[in-house]
């Protein structure tokens, strides 16, 4: 919520700051980028390949859409490349080119141009398009699957660690230290496992004004209580709740995804609300629902959710929710 | 609305990592190596993972690759697919072509070939329980492997 002293509004002439969307992507992009570097040298050029296939199509796609329909060219904004580097982070290093080019067909077209474009999309376009992606073909998206190829002598586990947790339980997973896990140092997407590149990118984002911290740290402490109160009931079948916050797209989750502008609601309570829900529902999909990873499916439900907290009083300014 | 410098990034931008990414996916194609990683059996109970490597590998188990690839023994040609004997179904009688690239017909119509799920089953099993490590076979342990 901003300060009500930002709200008061003096005579013209105005200055403009200069910040606007370009701005708020590049710099958003730029705060991706260590997370993303980090997936390229675990898997090297294939991870390379489809970073860069991903940014490149999500911009063509939206150019594309741009000009079916007659409306101003927007790819300058940056949102579309910002779209893209985050959809290629999501996936496996082991992608193939068609997984990619429909992944952000599906981001760009499907989740945010047929909603009118950049502030009018009602789901994370991101979140959107890999929900699809792995509901329509698990398989390219399972890491275990995807990655048998590739030879990870520094992790300490060869298995996704999220996966190996719904399918043999915690035992499973036991070994794994969680520092580890936070370095980056497990299988996963390509800029999803670098727990502390994304956290470095997320605190740079929330100091600039970029993200707001209030759903993040609410995201965050929602996994961590849930998760807790899961493994106090029964640890032999629920693990830590630090394995939680270190594994999935949790982190990835909370600082880059639930906090899309558009998709996301804007005043204090509701942001609190917002990011609680989403941490809830990752802990209770992960474990006692059927999907391994339950972060996508949390964002868009409380994707979903938005219009609904953005009315509680005081009511969003300038949101026809 | 963006300024043209910008619009000029954004499609410098889509150019340049098409191109990186066209020479990324065609001389680094994720291929598999003449030695298997880590193999994603995909069956009708769900997936199951066996990491070659490190059943295989100095720094693993060390085993034998003839501990698993068992026929002919010795030979580097048994360095095959398991599925490449053992096929998805056997019909009785009926022997896979990679016998036959070897032996007459007539003098193997009565050796039995287990299946690829049995072969795979009794190899694991027979081998987990001889050295008592990792998953052990018994009535409600399928989900120790299997990915259910």
Same mark, same amino acid.
Request: one cysteine or more.
């Given at each position: 919520m901003n300060p009500k002293k930002t709200l $008061? @509004? #003096?005579?013209?002439?105005?200055?403009?700051?200069?910040g606007g969307i370009p701005e708020r992507s590049y710099h958003t992009l730029l705060a991706a980028l260590p997370a993303a570097c980090a997936g390229i040298a675990f898997y090297g050029a294939p991870a390379l390949g489809v970073i860069c296939l991903s940014i490149s199509t999500a911009i063509l796609w939206e150019l594309l859409m741009n000009r079916i329909m007659r409306r101003p060219i927007t790819v300058g904004d940056g949102n579309a490349a910002l779209v893209g580097l985050l959809l290629a982070m999501l996936l496996p290093a082991s992608a193939p080119w068609w997984v990619v080019v429909l992944g952000t067909f !599906?981001?760009? @077209?499907?989740?945010?141009?047929?909603?009118?474009?950049?502030?009018?999309?009602p789901f994370n376009p991101v979140v959107l398009g890999t929900a699809i992606l792995s509901v329509a073909y698990g398989r390219h998206l399972d890491f275990d699957a995807g990655l048998v190829n590739f030879t990870f002598t520094a992790f300490a586990s060869s298995t996704?660690?999220?996966?190996? $947790? +719904?399918? =043999? /339980?915690?035992?499973? @997973?036991?070994?794994?230290?969680?520092?580890?896990? =936070?370095?980056? +140092?497990?299988?996963?997407?390509? /800029?999803?496992?670098?727990?502390?590149?994304?956290?470095?990118?997320?605190?740079y984002l929330i100091f600039r004004g970029f993200i707001r911290w209030e759903i993040s740290i609410a995201f965050l402490a929602s996994v961590y209580l849930s998760a807790a109160l899961f493994n106090m009931a029964d640890p032999t079948r629920f693990a830590p709740p630090l394995f939680h916050l270190v594994?999935?797209?949790?982190?990835?989750?909370? =600082?880059? $995804?639930?906090t899309?502008?558009? #998709?996301?609601?804007?005043? $204090?309570?509701?942001?609190?609300?917002?990011?609680? !829900?989403?941490g809830v529902l990752t802990v209770l999909i992960r474990n006692i629902g059927a999907y391994t990873d339950g972060v996508l499916f949390a964002i868009l439900v409380i994707n979903?959710?938005?219009?609904? @907290?953005? +009315?509680i009083r005081p009511r969003a300014i300038g949101k026809a929710a | 609305m963006t300024s043209?410098?910008?619009?000029?990034?954004?499609?410098g931008l889509a150019i340049h990592l098409l191109l990186v990414a066209i020479i990324c996916y065609a001389a680094f194609p994720v291929t598999a190596p003449a030695e298997p990683v880590r193999i994603m059996y995909q069956t009708t109970a769900g997936k199951v993972l066996f990491d070659h490597a490190t059943h295989a590998g100095a720094t693993g188990y060390s085993l034998s690759c003839f501990d698993c690839h068992h026929h002919p023994m010795g030979d580097q040609n048994a360095m095959t697919s398991c599925s490449e004997c053992?096929?998805?179904?056997?019909?009785?009688?009926e022997q896979p072509l990679t016998c036959l690239n070897c032996h007459n017909g007539k003098d193997i119509r009565d050796t039995p070939i287990l299946s690829r799920t049995d072969a795979l089953h009794k190899g694991c099993t027979d081998c987990h329980a001889e050295f008592e490590k990792g998953p052990v076979m018994d009535a409600n342990s399928c989900s120790r492997c299997h990915v259910i």
């Open positions: $008061l @509004v #003096s005579h013209a002439p105005f200055w403009h700051d200069g !599906l981001a760009i @077209v499907i989740g945010m141009q047929i909603f009118g474009g950049i502030g009018g999309n996704d660690p999220i996966s190996a $947790l +719904k399918a =043999f /339980g915690p035992e499973a @997973v036991s070994h794994l230290r969680y520092l580890d896990l =936070f370095l980056g +140092k497990q299988v996963g997407g390509i /800029g999803s496992t670098c727990g502390a590149a994304i956290v470095l990118g997320g605190i594994t999935g797209y949790t982190l990835i989750g909370a =600082f880059f $995804l639930a899309e502008n558009s #998709s996301s609601p804007v005043n $204090l309570f509701p942001m609190l609300i917002y990011g609680a !829900l989403g979903l959710t938005n219009p609904l @907290v953005d +009315k | 043209k410098k910008q619009l000029l990034f954004a499609y053992h096929p998805a179904a056997v019909e009785e009688g």
